[in-house]
């Protein structure tokens, strides 16, 4: 897989249904694909990085783990927040419609979603929410230029792909750092301690594919 951010483009797979159950494999970049999330350091030697989140990055980061916490149905996975996109896994377990009750959760009215829900709608949810606050810590300029209008989707189709993207994630950190149009930084100036991970999902899933 090439470290490269997908052109943006509205075309999803023809005729696919994007609320049955799977699971897939999210990037949304920045508008403009401004470095505004956080920022990427390494070991002294250069051969291990991690991202430190911007306050809109740890923002994104919280944003996305109430994602499982406010969709019945949905559930989160393997997760990164990059300089100037993020990277993530969705997997949707859809059910048959149920009674729902609304509560306030996080600072908003939250109804508990009937029947299926898609994956263009729970990125529309999440894409609002953290423009919304990213609206809240930025002038008046800068508000509402968080995201670029579309995103890039992929279906997992099994469980090798899903390895390997898992993989991916993971190492993107790094493979940020050996892409000479992202980064200029030398590797002796920017030193971290330990390898504790970033972003760890809460409950590591079991892929069910």
């Given at each position: 897989m090439k470290n490269e951010l997908p052109q943006r483009r509205t075309i999803r797979l023809k005729d696919y249904d994007y609320s049955q159950n799977g699971m897939y494999f999210i990037t949304i970049c920045t508008q403009d694909k401004k470095k505004i999330l956080g920022k990427i350091i390494t070991n002294a030697v250069g051969n291990d990085a991690l991202v430190v989140p911007s306050k809109i990055g740890q923002i994104i980061?919280?944003?996305?783990?109430n994602i499982?916490?406010?969709n019945k149905n949905i559930y989160i996975n393997e997760f990164i927040v990059?300089?100037?996109?993020?990277?993530?896994?969705?997997?949707?377990?859809?059910?048959?419609?149920?009674?729902?009750?609304?509560?306030?959760?996080?600072?908003?009215?939250?109804?508990?979603?009937?029947?299926r829900r898609?994956?263009?709608?729970?990125?529309?949810?999440?894409?609002?929410?953290?423009?919304?606050?990213?609206?809240?810590?930025?002038n008046e300029k800068n508000k509402n230029m968080l995201w670029q209008k579309s995103y890039y989707e992929h279906v997992i189709r099994n469980?090798?792909?899903?390895?390997?993207?898992?993989?991916?994630?993971?190492?993107?950190?790094?493979?940020?750092i050996f892409n000479n149009e992202n980064n200029k930084m030398n590797f002796t100036e920017n030193i971290y301690v330990g390898n504790d991970a970033l972003v760890v999902p809460k409950k590591p899933i079991i892929p069910t594919i």
């Open positions: 980061i919280e944003c996305w783990n499982q916490e406010l990059m300089p100037n996109h993020i990277h993530g896994i969705i997997e949707i377990r859809n059910q048959k419609e149920t009674n729902s009750n609304v509560e306030k959760k996080y600072g908003f009215e939250v109804e508990e979603r009937r029947g898609s994956l263009q709608s729970v990125i529309k949810d999440f894409k609002s929410v953290t423009t919304r606050r990213y609206n809240e810590i930025v469980e090798k792909e899903y390895y390997e993207i898992v993989k991916y994630i993971k190492n993107n950190p790094l493979k940020w």
